[in-house]
């Protein structure tokens, strides 16, 4: 078995339309990985082919012999992690920017593992133009996020991506995976689960990483999944709760606060699906009657209301 100090894994399904740009932002690094191995899951199209022709990188090509699914494939990608130092999992439609694996190895060379760093940022349409910025100002460097508080944001939603993480696996494991029943949320969950099992969280302040938002993306077919789009998101932040020390009252106050803000998000979502679909629009309302408490639907509609009363109306085609 090969052993790398920096890999990065890219599980992919008929990417051939991105890949290539994937592969050569991990080329153009300043400090590029060792070892880029590519896990297919059955493609159909050519992205095989897109991986044998390239020659920027040290690429490994493992073919699945059936398709496991996204998080299946996924976990199977994190089995990579104890063949390096520094192990990036990277999705075969995004991209890093040029001193992205340098930056955040540096950050965490003093850090003992498991531990991980993350950037910031920018969302880029399928033709690779920024579309919308990082929501955080950037202020460069690095700094420690102490745990309680990054888990906090993740009960919220307030979630990492994938590609703009790097993990310091040391060469063993990783603690935890993704789980394959939460579609939606599953990468919020499973960076609370990580860093909850991690010696250190390192926060960059820059924007390094360009996430892909396109039609044929998972985060797009969700969203007509009643279960994956809606009702996930609750049971997400709940289990995310569960890993803070708030007890006693501050418990109760974020339990208070994550449905108001579950009812809120369930309302937005109620207003893009209305008028296209009004069935599904009252579907999002039974669950959320289900969830949560008549008094936190008011306050959730009323953060809504004031929301686009001051900003204008959240648009059904921004992230998460």
Known sequence: MNVSEVLSAIPVYNGERFLGST?????????????VVVIDDGSTDGTCDVVNEFRGLRCELIRNERNLGLFPNLNHALKYAERSE?????????????FFLERLAGALQEAPPPSFAYCHYDWIDAEGRVIQAASRPNRGGFSPV?????????????TISVGSVLIRSGRRPLPVVFRADMPHVADCVFFAELAAACQQVIEGGDSLCEIRRHAENATQR?????????????????????????RGWRGRMHGHRIQCLFAARSRVKQQWTRKEDPDFAAQI???????????????????????DMVVGKNLPDQPR
């Open 86 to 98: 520094y192990f990036h999992l990277l999705l075969a439609d995004d991209c890093v920017r040029p």
């Open 285 to 307: 309302g039974v669950v959320v009657a289900r969830e949560t408490a008549w008094y936190h639907r008011l306050l959730g509609s009323m953060a809504v209301f004031l929301r």
């Open 23 to 35: 592969l050569e932002s991990l080329a153009h690094q300043t400090r590029p990985p060792d070892t």
């Open 146 to 158: 102490n745990r309680e508080t990054f888990l906090t944001r993740q009960s919220l939603l307030e």
């Open 222 to 246: 969700n969203r007509r999944n009643l279960n994956a789009w809606v009702a996930d998101e609750f049971l997400a932040m709940q289990r995310i709760s569960r890993l803070l020390s708030k």
